[in-house]
């Protein structure tokens, strides 16, 4: 049956509603937004008199905070999510960005370089890393995964190199990315990082859209051998994205030590795995082809306020590493069930 | 009963959705003896092998193994009847050495300690009795294909094999290996194990077989004792398919060369030349694995070639990569367009443009002109779904390969290349491709077609090359084509 004329006569509003629904950040967002209500409702039953204003998690504070810690994880996450939508995948990003971190930390410091040739040192250093390593996934069969392991040793090597393992302290140098802000209103602020973080997702978002290069990132993840029969450089491209991861991981280095006032040799530790977890749980599939940049933004959401809110519930941090897991499963869990219904309605009309 | 039988198929039937592949078909095999089967491809060889090894179920008829009628077959029960199979790609662990290879399932072992002192003992009784120079300790990987093979049929002949199936087992093989391959297998038979063989080679057929079955579009046409036949009856036999009720295109005005490639050498494939012109259709024949889709894969780009000249309207050019090939116009619709030519998740429109991007360095790509695109090659290709935002797995077949076509025209290519442009397709959707090739031909574009549906490459075919071996061994022109030619170019026999 063709049923292609028959579609676009229906109603435009019921349609609307339907595509909503069908989209496949739907479910994801939907999860995140009843956990902030859950979050809100907990916290409103458990301050003293009942009063809402006494919600820690909606004042403007926590917001900018919460805005802020979720921009480093973010823009990380764009980064990975390009990476996983063609196949790869990046495992160095953490020791990476704090590698890259204290090296423009010392060059600032110790080297005494200015502010800006600091920061096309650090870019440079971080493209030329990504370079190394996509070059060798890029032109060889082995494993990302494997390679970027090694490759995140290497790196937590050098950290340890530069710093001895102490941080080295800015000196009050470096402060735009994270510490200078707009204020919003009287207690909310948006900080530059954050700005940054909307920027560049508006950015990528433009570019999958509307420009080949996005429409072959889907291309190579979805079918890597058709992708090259059908005219995409499959080896350069590759190469081309990790040195993009490059540039992203640069900047989320540069906005955590901005943040922090100093290169911490830890600054980037354990990020990979906050990041992947982000990027899965906003939908992208591990094997590329399937995914978008806004889920990505809602599984970085997802993940910071979750955090954030068993602080200042005042659950200890042991538990939250617990309670941190198990939702990354429940929210695959949940992406994994409702790809099969939809599935499923698919294959009915077909 | 004037010769023992240890297997007897009877009435067999089996069809799969669109197609009858089987009915009411015959065999049996003798004890000890080596039995050859030949046909063309496509004509029902490998389903029967399936159906022996248990891989597929008959619908009708009965097989029984030593007497006993079995109902129903599974490869387990195969196995312990003693039914051995050797597919034409090698099944082996390649990281294990042959003596963990032979006993791998059913090790020899006192408890729960395995007795290796006994396995390898025994692995080089077996390599000595089929008269091999492999060491038991040899990784199977490293060893040559045919050495390969020889562990394979030394693995069957230890699980104590009645009947051993050999499909193609020479493919890829030096004369050398093949020498030592049909000796191995005509000890086997000296020792009471029955062998159904099946080949594209006659040469090797007429040196083992002591009887010769013969089967054309799931019948058995006839079977022969091997003194009682020669090379002529042979493949008067195998041809004769019904070729008149077959599509029949209009022929094109044929212009000037187009594609011309000369002395191309790659993996499989060794000095081919051929040329096509415009409004030109030729037809690569051959048996599966002579090298043509290598060829094919060389000419895009997609394999590197070792030497040879490729001219495009009488201009040299160099294709490196898939990329090069779409900027001079080419296109190739790949034999499996699951792996090579599809993103199976995505949605049509996204299949349908992504070859068209290689064609500018323009960066951007609106999505409303990608719309645009797919929408007139879906209507042109008249491809049937409930929307252009569908995903490509969850179409037909047939629409699938419309799909894969709708992307190569809109690269708006000259040069067609189609390898088996029609396989798993149903017979509405064939006879629309051949009408979409047909229109091709009319605006002046050339196609080359590899097939292995003999009457598709008759009918559609304006000249025909035959590879054999990797090589181009013959060009028959339309006048002369014929089934018989064709098939006894491409199994090697002589004129």
């Known amino acids: 049956m063709n049923y292609e004329k028959s579609v676009p006569k229906k109603a435009n509003r019921e349609g609307l509603l339907k595509r909503a629904l069908h989209h496949e950040n739907f479910t994801m967002l939907f999860v995140l937004v009843i956990i902030i209500f859950m979050v809100i409702a907990v916290e409103f039953i458990f301050t003293r008199q009942m009063r809402f204003e006494d919600v820690a998690f909606i004042k403007g504070m926590n917001i900018s905070n919460v805005l802020m810690q979720v921009a480093v994880t973010g823009i990380l996450a764009i980064g990975m999510t390009l990476v996983m939508l063609m196949g790869g995948i990046d495992l160095s990003i953490g020791q990476m960005m704090s590698f890259i971190g204290v090296g423009m930390a010392y060059l600032l410091k110790t080297a005494g370089w200015s502010e800006w040739s600091v920061v096309i040192a650090g870019v440079a250093a971080a493209v030329f890393c990504q370079l190394v390593m996509g070059f060798i996934i890029s032109r060889t069969k082995l494993e990302p995964f494997i390679v970027s392991l090694g490759f995140m040793t290497i790196y937590q090597g050098f950290v340890y190199l530069i710093t001895n393992g102490r941080e080295i302290t800015l000196m009050g140098k470096f402060t735009f990315l994270g510490k200078t802000y707009i204020q919003v209103t009287d207690t909310f602020r948006l900080y530059a990082t954050v700005l940054l973080f909307i920027l560049l997702v508006v950015i990528v978002w433009l570019v999958m859209k509307y420009t080949k290069f996005g429409r072959r990132v889907y291309a190579v993840g979805g079918n890597e051998n058709a992708a090259y029969l059908s005219g995409v450089n499959v080896k350069n491209f590759k190469l081309l994205i990790y040195a993009l991861n490059g540039i992203f991981v640069a900047l989320a280095a540069m906005a955590q030590m901005s943040r922090l006032g100093t290169g911490n040799p830890l600054m980037g530790s354990g990020k990979e795995i906050d990041v992947i977890a982000a990027v899965v749980v906003g939908g992208t599939a591990l094997s590329g082809g399937k995914g978008n940049i806004w889920g990505t933004v809602i599984g970085v959401i997802l993940l910071g306020i979750i955090s954030n809110a068993l602080n200042i519930l005042g659950v200890s941090p042991h538990y939250q590493y617990i309670m941190k897991g198990v939702l990354i499963i429940v929210a695959v869990l949940i992406g994994y069930y409702s790809g099969m219904k939809t599935k499923a309605v698919k294959k009915a009309a077909h | ?495």
């Open chain 2, 1 to 495: 009963m004037p010769h023992d039988l240890i297997l007897e198929m009877q009435g067999i039937n089996k069809s799969f959705p669109g197609v009858e592949v089987f009915n009411n078909f015959n065999f049996d095999l003798r004890r000890g003896e080596i039995h050859c089967i030949c046909g063309e491809n496509g004509a029902g060889k490998s389903t029967l092998i399936k159906i022996l090894s248990g891989a597929y179920t008959q619908d009708k008829g009965s097989i029984s193994i030593d007497g006993k009628t079995i109902e129903n077959m599974t490869p387990r029960l195969a196995m312990k009847l003693g039914v051995q199979t050797i597919y034409q790609e090698h099944n082996l662990y390649p990281l294990l050495n042959v003596v963990e290879n032979l006993f791998s399932g059913n090790e020899l072992a006192n408890g729960i300690i395995l007795n290796k002192l006994k396995m390898i003992e025994k692995t080089k009784e077996v390599l000595a009795f089929l008269n091999s120079t492999i060491s038991p300790y040899d990784i199977v990987g490293q060893l040559g294909s045919g050495e390969q093979k020889t562990v394979e049929v030394a693995r069957a002949f230890i699980n104590k094999s009645k009947i051993m199936i050999l499909d193609e087992p020479t493919a890829s093989f030096s004369k050398k290996e093949i020498d030592h391959l049909l000796d191995v297998i005509k000890t086997l038979a000296k020792e009471g194990i029955s062998i159904i063989y099946i080949s594209h080679h006659l040469e090797e057929v007429f040196r083992i077989a002591d009887r010769v079955t013969v089967i054309r579009d799931g019948k058995k046409i006839n079977t022969y004792d091997i003194q009682d036949l020669n090379e002529q009856t042979l493949i008067t036999d195998m041809v004769g398919r019904d070729v008149s009720a077959f599509y029949h295109r209009g022929k094109a005005k044929i212009g000037d060369e187009m594609f011309r490639i000369s002395n191309m050498s790659g993996i499989g494939v060794r000095n081919a030349s051929f040329y096509v012109r415009e409004g030109e259709l030729i037809g690569i024949a051959g048996m599966v694995g002579s090298g043509r889709t290598e060829l094919a894969e060389l000419i895009f780009g997609y394999r590197k070639s070792f030497s040879g000249e490729i001219w495009i309207r009488g201009n040299k050019v160099r294709i490196n990569t898939p990329f090069d090939a779409i900027s001079h116009k080419m296109c190739f619709i790949t034999e499996d367009r699951q792996n090579s030519g599809l993103f199976l998740d995505h949605t049509i429109v996204r299949n349908a443009v992504l070859a068209s991007y290689a064609k500018s360095r323009k960066p951007i790509a609106l999505p409303a002109d990608d719309i645009r695109i797919a929408r007139k090659y879906i209507k042109q290709m008249n491809i049937i779904t409930p929307s252009i935002f569908q995903r490509v797995k969850f179409l037909s077949g047939g629409n699938q390969q419309k799909v894969v076509l709708a992307k190569w025209f809109a690269t708006n290519g000259d040069i067609f290349i189609f390898d088996e442009p029609t396989r798993g397709i149903d017979v509405g959707a064939k006879e629309e491709i051949y009408k979409i090739m047909t229109q091709l031909l009319a605006d002046g574009k050339c196609i080359i077609m590899i097939s292995s549906d003999m009457p598709e490459l008759i009918a559609m075919s304006d000249r025909i090359m035959v590879m054999r071996d990797g090589s181009m061994v013959a060009e028959i022109n339309e006048n002369e084509v014929n089934e018989q030619n064709i098939l006894r170019l491409s199994i090697g026999g002589s004129n």
